[in-house]
């Protein structure tokens, strides 16, 4: 008799918690914030394959609005730089990122600022 009295409770207790936040990736800017022109800009879900086009900021310093949305956070961008060739930013989050500038060094290694 007491468990039929403890589930009604438990129920009434439970609904009254907020629902989880459920995060996803949104629209972004993107920013060159490389030295060198982006010729195209890929993404793809971090850890697979298929690479899907996105708007790109083709001259150092430019911006670009990205219409973008997805279940997921974590992906991957890969841009042509001019004069350069293929750089590639791994797992980047683009959940509650609202500008992101691509960065990279002199020795190649690339990093994404997240403002």
């Known amino acids: 008799m007491r468990r039929m009295l403890y589930l009604p409770l438990a129920t009434v ?17 993107i920013v ?34 990205v219409q973008f949305s997805d279940t997921d956070c974590a992906f991957d961008l890969q841009a042509n730089l001019a004069g350069i060739g293929t750089a590639t930013w791994a797992g980047v989050n683009l959940c509650e990122a609202n500008v992101l500038t691509l960065r990279r060094g002199a020795s190649g290694e690339t990093w994404v600022d997240y403002d």
């Open 13 to 29: 207790l439970l609904s009254g918690l907020p629902a989880p936040a459920v995060a996803a990736a949104g629209n972004f800017t």
């Open 32 to 65: 060159n914030g490389t030295e060198a022109g982006l010729s195209s800009l890929s993404i793809r879900r971090f850890g697979t394959s298929e690479w899907r086009p996105l708007a790109a900021a083709a001259s150092p310093g430019a911006r670009a609005a």
